[in-house]
């Protein structure tokens, strides 16, 4: 699927969503944590900058122009937290 974009040039969602990615102002912050947010890229995750810097095996992160990465993003934290209450829990006794 072809979306008509400025200047009459036809792209497809994923040459956006690349064309999005490497727009250096869609990323906030030192590139070391830099967070992402374009609402034009549908992606829920993309590719990190940095790959090295990545925990995960896809080396992504949430891309905070679409709700749904940021609601993941949101869910991601909560679970560490609540592991984090319940094992300082546990380990009280």
Not at 25 to 47: A, E, L, M, Q
Not at 70 to 77: A, C, D
């Amino acid at each position: 699927m072809y979306i008509r974009c400025k200047k009459g040039v036809n792209m497809t969602q994923e040459e956006i969503n690349q064309k999005e990615w490497g727009n250096q102002n869609n990323w906030h912050g030192p590139k070391w944590i830099s967070v992402y947010c374009s609402k034009k890229d549908t992606r829920i995750f993309v590719p990190k900058q940095l790959p090295w810097m990545g925990l995960w095996s896809k080396k992504a992160t949430p891309n905070f122009g679409q709700p749904l990465g940021t609601i993941s993003f949101v869910l991601i934290v909560a679970v560490i937290v609540v592991i984090a209450i319940f094992i300082l829990r546990i380990s009280k006794g």
